[in-house]
C-alpha cells in the first residue's frame, strides 16, 4: 500500500477489509474479463513482461479479486497480474471471488490503484474527479478521506485542463506533470504546441519552461497594449460616461463601418443591475 493514504480501502469498505481468510479459487483466464471502471488506461509491455517472466518463476504469489458476472467473471483488483498471466500462458489464475456491488466496483478500481500509485498523474487526476462526482465530496473531503493533501488532489485534477495532445505527453512520460502544471499559467493557450515542441527539442526543466511562460505572457501583454486603440475625445467622454453611469469596466470599439460597445459585468446580479440602470436611462430619455 502507498503511504500517506489514511486507512486505505478499509475506510471505505471495512466489510472486505480482511482477504486473508477468503477463499481462492483458481479460474480459467478465458472465463474473466477486465473491470470497465479500471483508471489505468496504459499498461507497460516491459513491465508485463517482467512480471510474466517472475509469474513463470515463482508463480502468482497474490491472487487477484473478482466478482461473478452474468458471463464468467470480472476483475475487481489485480488486472496487471491478469495480463501477466495471460501473457506467461498460464490456463488459470488464484482468485478471491467476492459480491461487489456496480458502485463498490468503481470505487475499489479507483482507490486500489491509488494506494499502489499505480497511475500517472493523468489518469490519478481522472480517478479524483471520478471520486468526487461518485462520493459527491469536496476536494477536501476527498482529501481527508484519501490521507492526502487538497493541494495535491486539486493539482492533478487541474491538469485535466490541459489539451489532449499535453495529457497524452504526460501520461507518456515525454513531459512531466511540473511541465503541465507551467502549461497552465500560459495566457495565450494558441501557443502551447510551439512551446510543447520547445520543451521536447531543448530538453527544458520545468524551471526553464516557468521562465520561458513568464516571458511569452509579458510580450504577448506588451502586444496587446499596442493594438489599444485610440479613441478620439467624442468617443473617449462617451466613454468615461458609460463607465461612470453604469458602474463598470465599458470599452468603445470603433471600426470603418460599424463599431461595438463591450460592458463588463460579474455576475447574474451584477448583469441585472446594469440592465436596470440602461432601462431607467432610455425610460428617461
Request: glycine fraction near 6%; proline fraction near 4%.
Given at each position: ?15 472486505h ?29 516491459e513491465?508485463?513482461s ?6 513463470q ?7 487477484i ?19 501477466a ?6 490456463e ?5 471471488v ?31 474527479q ?7 465530496v ?28 499535453v ?63 485610440n ?17 463598470t ?12 460597445i ?24
Amino acid at each position: 500500500m502507498a503511504k500517506g493514504l489514511g486507512k486505505g480501502l478499509q475506510a471505505f469498505f471495512p466489510e472486505h477489509s480482511d482477504e486473508k481468510q477468503e477463499q481462492i479459487e483458481q479460474i480459467a483466464l478465458k472465463q474473466i474479463r477486465p473491470n470497465p471502471y479500471q483508471p489505468r488506461k496504459t499498461f507497460t509491455e516491459e513491465a508485463i513482461s517482467e512480471l510474466a517472466h517472475s509469474i513463470q518463476t515463482h508463480g502468482l504469489l497474490q491472487p487477484i479479486t473478482v466478482r461473478k458476472s452474468i458471463k464468467g467473471f470480472e476483475i475487481v483488483v489485480g488486472e496487471r497480474r491478469f495480463r501477466a498471466a495471460q501473457h506467461a500462458k498460464l490456463e488459470t489464475i488464484p482468485a478471491i471471488v467476492k459480491e461487489y456491488t456496480e458502485d463498490e466496483m468503481m470505487e475499489l478500481a479507483l482507490i486500489e490503484n491509488l494506494q499502489r500509485e499505480d497511475l500517472n498523474p493523468i489518469e490519478e487526476g481522472f480517478a479524483y474527479q471520478k471520486l468526487m462526482s461518485h462520493l459527491n465530496v469536496t476536494q477536501e473531503q476527498l482529501a481527508k478521506r484519501l490521507g492526502k493533501s487538497r493541494p495535491h488532489i486539486a493539482n492533478h485534477i487541474r491538469l485535466l485542463q490541459l489539451p489532449t495532445v499535453v495529457q497524452e505527453f504526460i501520461q507518456d512520460g515525454k513531459i512531466s506533470m511540473g511541465h503541465g502544471r507551467a502549461l497552465l499559467g500560459l495566457n495565450d493557450k494558441n501557443k502551447i504546441s510551439s512551446l510543447l515542441e520547445k520543451v521536447l527539442h531543448d530538453k527544458l526543466s520545468v524551471r526553464e519552461l516557468e521562465l520561458l511562460i513568464q516571458q511569452v505572457n509579458e510580450r504577448v501583454s506588451r502586444e496587446t497594449k499596442k493594438r489599444k486603440i485610440n479613441l478620439s475625445p467624442f468617443l473617449k467622454e462617451r466613454q468615461d460616461l458609460l463607465r461612470s453611469t453604469l458602474g463598470t469596466s465599458v470599452a468603445i470599439k470603433p471600426g470603418k463601418k460599424k463599431g461595438k460597445i463591450e460592458i463588463d459585468y460579474f455576475s447574474e446580479d451584477d448583469l441585472e443591475r446594469i440592465l436596470q440602470i440602461l432601462s431607467i436611462e432610455e425610460t428617461q430619455k
